[in-house]
Every structure is written in C-alpha cells, then in structure tokens.
C-alpha cells in the first residue's frame, strides 16, 4: 500500500506549484477508499461530492492566481464525533444515527480556511469510549497492518485511514489515549495537544476534562502541519487557551536534539509490557542517546494508578454529558411508550451500546450522594498528586519518553468481553490526559509477527514543539519503511 502514497506536506506544495490539480488528487483518493474499505472498514461516511465541489474550488483559486491555504487540495478525513455542517455524524452511535448538524467544528473549519478538503467521517468506539473499535453500532474497523487485528480505539478509523493510504491525514480525538494507541497499533504518527490548545467547539463531549483533539499522519512533518492548522483559541470553547501559540512547527523541524534530557519512568517497565514492545523502546533509548540526547531512568510512583483514577472521572464527566440525550431534543426517539418517563427511559435503553451504558451507571454511582467523596473527590485528589510528579519531573527533563501501549494490536474479537484487559491497554497513554500534557505515539519497529510497535514522547504543558523536534530527529533517524 505504499506505492500511492503522498503527504499532505508534498500534495499541498504540489497543487500550489500546479504539477497536478486538486480534482485529481480528490478523485484518486476516493477511488483508493472505494477499493480498500470495503476490507478494512474504516469509514462511516463519504463526502465524494461535498469533496469534488471543494477542490474544484481550490483549483479555482489557484487558476485565478489567489492565494491558498497550507492544507491546499489536501484530502482529510474527521473522526465521527466532530460536528461537519450538513453532513452526518453519528458519534458511532444508534443515539445519533440520523443526526445532521446545522454547524462545522472549530477543527473542521479551521481544516477548511487552510482549503483542506473534507472527504469523509470515520469510524470510532460509540461515543468514544473503548480501545479497540469494535464498541461501534455500525462496523468493526480492521487494522490494516494485519486484518485479523483491532486498529486499536477509540478513533481506530481514523488511524487505519491513514495507516492504508486512504488518506494522508486525519482527525480523532483523545480522552485516555485514543489517539496514541491507534497510531501505535496502526503503525502511524498520533499526536494529542495539550488541553486546550486545540478548540473543542463542536467535538461531542465525552470526558470534558480530558478530551482533547488532534492529528493521525505517516509523517511527523505532517502532524506539525496538522497541528499548525487546526491550533488556536476559540472564544466559542471557554478552556481555549489564552496564552501566545507556537506560530510554526514545521519550520523548526529538523534542529538537532543534543543535550535534550529526557526521563523513562521505571514503572512503565512494570508487569504486563509486552518484551516485544520492551525491547523495541530500549533500543530507540538507544538511538536518541545516538542522536546526542541524555537519557536517565526516573521514578514516577503515581503512574500505575491512573487507570481507576480515570474512570471514576471520565466516567462521571460521561454520565453528566450524556444525560443530553433524553429522546426528546434530539437523537434516537423509542416508538413504544406510554409517559414521558418511558420515552426517556426506552429511548436510552434501545439506543446507547453496553459499554456506553457501564460508563452512565459506573459515573452515576461515582457521583452520588455518599460515594462522591469515596470515589470522585479521591480520584481528582490522585489527580493533583500526579500533576505535581510530572511538574517535578519536567523541571529537570525535557521529555518523558516510554511505550505507548503496554500490548501489541490483539485479535478482533479477543478482549471483548473482558472490559478490564481492554482497559489496560490505555495504562500508559491515560495518566497524560489526567495532568493535561501533549504527547505523541511514533513507530518505533515491528514485532517478530511483523505488527508495529509505538513509542510515547511526553512534554510538558504547550511542549509541542520540543515533541515534534525529538520525534522528528528520531523518525529520520531510524527510517522504518511501514
Ligand atoms: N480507551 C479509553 C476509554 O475507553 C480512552 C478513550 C478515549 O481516549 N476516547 O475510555
């Protein structure tokens, strides 16, 4: 699948140098999707025709001698969970089945002002919640590395479209690592901003304290572009960030790392990292020491308990921003009822999946009177805790660099049933959301089966740059062909 594929960085200086049109490059990647996602699945809808309008429009304005957008002709695609004006999103839900919304997110209209062109919306777990995909009301998405496999979760569409060169970007989103931990089973480049570097305005909240949108990409440069687009404060999302942002990133891709300090927490070596994927990130520990940077073995104690912290809080944050859907503004609307009670009631029931409901009555519990000091209160205490282990941390460190996930891409079907094994799999990528911080999964090898392995770069508060930077010398360095 590699033989076709084009960054969005060359497509974009491509089309604005005229060597092929924006029509073209749109036409050839929706023949790539009708002929790929019937196997992989990684779409829930196809713009074709929203999509060829907008690049005629791009071409237009490049015959017309104006000026375009540095995302120019590039084909995109958004996770489902992002509001597209006039086109359907479903949040891979029954709820939100027939839902069409009147308005574009901030991220879909900040893609469109640089004259990207939105090609389709991609499969996820229902509402966000799962780590494997397969939590979908509509369809299973497989890892195009390996098809028997989960492209990983939530937003396993999303990096599966990149991972087959349907796309060569896209967007998910990220409350404990639904970003990163596709890309990593994916074998693609994901990165999750920090909080509130990127407006959430139109995103369907799953856990507000934690989500956070960001790019999927084969390439680092790709991702800083991505971010470059999409970043910015939003006066429409009151936890924007007011501070200055970072004007570019890819103009500082490619500077040297030496003397970077970067710190590997001993508890990500803990029990149930897989020696595959153990092995595979000490040998890119040696590769960044190749590369000049200072590589030391910390402690952060609170790491290994962030994964019952994060439930409690992004279940609660659930079960308060899904209590919206009553049947009755909008969404799904059960047939059979007899009083309002009913109709909110069965309209629930017929409408969310298992795992969205074990979300409402984990959250509900966790916030009712009695247990809220029990559950709730103690996790946002373990929380500050952890915040200021990582503070510590970063006062000395650069970076944080460790495995993405603790398991490598597992059989479709294979933790199912098992909530607690699937919960595992965000052990590394969760804490982040919890302190707020950006990081980013990049391949980093392939197991002896051949499935990609992710490595997890972790920096401190609006560290974006400092990630890409390393992320990028290290990318260059080891040049795995994927
Ligand atoms: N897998 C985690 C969960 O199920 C993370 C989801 C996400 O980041 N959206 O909650």
Redo the contacts with the bound molecule.
């Keep these: 699948m590699q033989s076709d594929y084009m960054s969005a960085w060359d497509i974009s200086k491509g089309i604005a140098e005229k060597k092929f049109s924006a029509v073209e490059i749109v036409e050839s990647h929706i023949k790539r999707i009708k002929e790929r996602d019937g196997e992989i699945g990684a779409f829930l809808t196809l713009c074709e025709d929203e999509a060829l309008a907008q690049a005629r429009e791009v071409d237009e304005k490049i015959s017309g001698g104006r000026p375009v957008g540095r995302l120019a002709g590039v084909p995109a695609a958004i996770k489902d969970n992002m509001c597209t004006d006039g086109i359907r999103t479903t949040c891979a839900s029954k709820m939100l089945e027939d839902f069409i919304p009147p308005y574009n997110a901030t991220v879909v209209e900040r893609l469109l002002d640089e004259d990207a062109v939105i090609i389709g919306k991609t499969n996820?777990?229902e509402f966000?919640?799962?780590?494997s995909t397969e939590?979908s009301a509509f369809r299973i998405t497989k890892n195009p590395r390996d098809i028997t496999r989960v492209p990983g979760?939530?937003?396993g569409g999303s990096a599966a479209a990149v991972a087959a060169d349907m796309v060569p970007v896209t967007l998910g989103?990220?409350?404990?690592?639904?970003?990163r931990?596709p890309a990593a089973f994916c074998g693609v480049v994901g990165l999750k901003p920090t909080y509130g570097l990127v407006s959430r305005y139109g995103l369907i909240a799953?856990?507000s304290s934690?989500?956070q949108i960001g790019p999927f990409s084969k390439t680092v440069l790709d991702s800083a572009l991505m971010l470059e687009a999409i970043q910015g404060k939003d006066e429409r999302d009151s936890t924007s960030y007011r501070g200055e942002y970072q004007k570019s990133y890819t103009d500082s891709l490619g500077k040297d790392i030496k003397g970077m300090r970067i710190a590997v927490p001993k508890e990500f070596f803990m029990d149930g990292l897989d020696d595959e994927i153990a092995a595979s990130v000490q040998e890119s520990i040696k590769c960044f020491e190749g590369l000049g940077a200072k590589v030391d073995e910390i402690s952060l104690p609170a790491a290994g308990d962030g994964l019952s912290a994060?439930?409690i809080i992004?279940?609660a944050e659930?079960s308060s921003n899904l209590a919206r859907y009553d049947g009755i503004r909008y969404g799904y609307r059960a047939k059979d009822y007899t009083n309002i009670d009913e109709l909110m009631e069965m309209s629930r029931s017929e409408a969310f999946g298992t795992?969205v409901k074990r979300?409402i009555m984990l959250g509900t519990y966790a916030l009712s009177s009695g247990y809220y000091d029990e559950y709730y209160n103690r996790a946002q205490k373990f929380r500050k805790v952890l915040k200021g282990q990582f503070e510590d941390v970063f006062r000395s460190y650069d970076l944080i660099l460790g495995p993405t996930s603790p398991v490598l891409p597992f059989k479709i079907g294979e933790r199912n049933s098992d909530p607690l094994q699937?919960?595992l799999?965000?052990v590394y990528?969760?804490i982040v959301?919890l302190v707020g911080v950006p990081a980013i999964s990049i391949p980093c090898g392939r197991s002896t089966e051949g499935l990609p392995v992710g490595l997890q770069l972790i920096g401190p508060h609006y560290g974006e740059l400092r990630i890409l930077q390393a992320a990028h010398a290290f990318e260059q360095e080891i040049k795995l062909e994927l």
């Design positions: 996820m777990d966000a919640m799962g780590s939590n979760g939530s937003s989103s990220d409350t404990g690592g639904s970003i931990q799953f856990g934690l989500d994060y439930y992004s279940s659930a795992e979300r699937m919960y799999a965000d990528t969760i959301n």
